[in-house]
């Protein structure tokens, strides 16, 4: 029979939920101190670093919330007058123990902070190997677990989510750019659109009715979205001479931001969908461009202001709501986690978890490996 995990939260009054807060001199943020001991290996290790990677805890042996037990027969989490266990899990070998692991890190996180984590959260991103040859690849925010999806030694370009279970991407298998979508378990793949000239940006709405794409099917690269169940096509925006690209899907389904370069330089608008009005919302730094927007109605983007840096925007607000949240670098396409306060960007190869809270933890490298790790995409 199939194990289940099964998480027991008892909550106490408020008045005995009292624990001190550290500040962790340097990280910037407040954190609550954790102590774990389950016996070391995977279980552990995983543990440990998916709460830290939350940025709301900090592993120390004196603290008052202390998570122990064995993996496979049970581990508690229990201080500041909250018990939570985990139990009848099977951990039969290192990488069932990391899934247990990050499911506890998660219910961690929510029990003691409110919020959801994104430990089980899936990362797919392109490893590439030349111009002409990619493949989309996955892993955990952890870095664990990387797994290669596609094996066409052909170019794969912007993987995105299109549900827990599938991804969209632009494949060049047959030559030219279409949209194909990959089941991450199954592996099988299927060609879905497939236009004259360029087709590439595919991105599901947040009900799961409408993909936004950008072709060049009338001549132009322009935003398009298609209606899944009619199978129709609507063209947003008609801009002779103007390229635009890289759609993303505001929380409502009812706006889309993407890049044009109507001013001859890469710039962020916003189009409403039912009145087709837009608007650029982007007007420092000499381009704007790898828009995604996030549940809480921000837009993280990359801002090139001598060097590329990763931004976030209030699109309501406009420019004047700007922040920017990396150093300069080689940054590019930023992916919000659910909990809307961290992302994964690339930069010099390689991809990186960056904490957009001002005095948040400084960005981590998600793995160490030989490649050329880009675009990444966070499922939510």
Request: positive net charge.
């Amino acid at each position: 029979m199939k194990k289940e995990l099964v998480l027991l939260l008892a909550a106490f009054p408020m008045f005995a939920m009292a624990e001190t807060v550290v500040d962790v001199t340097g990280e910037g943020a407040e954190k609550i101190a954790v102590a774990v001991n389950c016996g070391g290996g995977a279980y552990e290790k995983t543990l440990k670093k998916n709460l830290e990677l939350s940025g709301a805890f900090i592993v120390r042996s004196d603290a008052g919330i202390k998570i122990s037990g064995t993996p496979g027969v049970g581990v508690q989490a229990s201080g500041r007058g909250r018990t939570l266990t985990q139990r009848g899990v099977a951990v039969g070998d290192d990488k069932s123990a990391r899934m247990a692991a990050r499911q506890f890190a998660n219910a961690v996180v929510e029990a003691y902070t409110g919020q959801k984590g994104f430990a089980t959260d899936r990362i797919c991103f392109v490893n590439r190997r030349g111009s002409d040859n990619a493949d989309v690849c996955m892993c955990y925010p952890d870095g664990q677990d990387i797994r290669q999806v596609t094996g066409d030694s052909k170019a794969a370009v912007g993987p995105r989510w299109k549900n827990r279970d599938s991804i969209f991407y632009t494949g060049y298998r047959n030559g030219g750019p279409a949209i194909w979508e990959v089941n991450t378990a199954t592996g099988n793949r299927k060609l879905v659109w497939s236009f004259r000239g360029l087709t590439t940006g595919a991105t599901m709405s947040p009900d799961g009715t409408k993909v936004a794409i950008i072709s060049s099917m009338r001549g132009n690269p322009d935003l398009y979205v298609i209606d899944l169940a009619a199978n129709r096509y609507r063209q947003l925006t008609n801009t002779r001479s103007v390229s635009e690209g890289q759609p993303a899907w505001s929380p409502d389904g009812r706006r889309i931001v993407y890049v044009s370069d109507e001013t001859r330089h890469p710039q962020l608008y916003v189009i409403d969908l039912a009145t087709l009005n837009k608007r650029r919302i982007t007007s420092k730094g000499s381009q704007n461009v790898d828009p995604d927007w996030g549940a809480d109605g921000k837009i993280t983007y990359i801002s090139k202001r001598g060097g590329n840096y990763v931004a976030v925007i209030d699109p309501d607000v406009g420019e004047a709501s700007t922040r920017l949240v990396t150093d300069a670098g080689t940054w590019e396409h930023p992916s919000w986690s659910r909990d809307c306060r961290h992302l994964v960007a690339g930069r010099d190869k390689a991809l990186f978890l960056v904490d957009t809270l001002e005095g948040g933890d400084k960005p981590r490298q998600l793995f160490a490996a030989g490649g050329n790790w880009i675009t990444p995409s966070w499922s939510k």
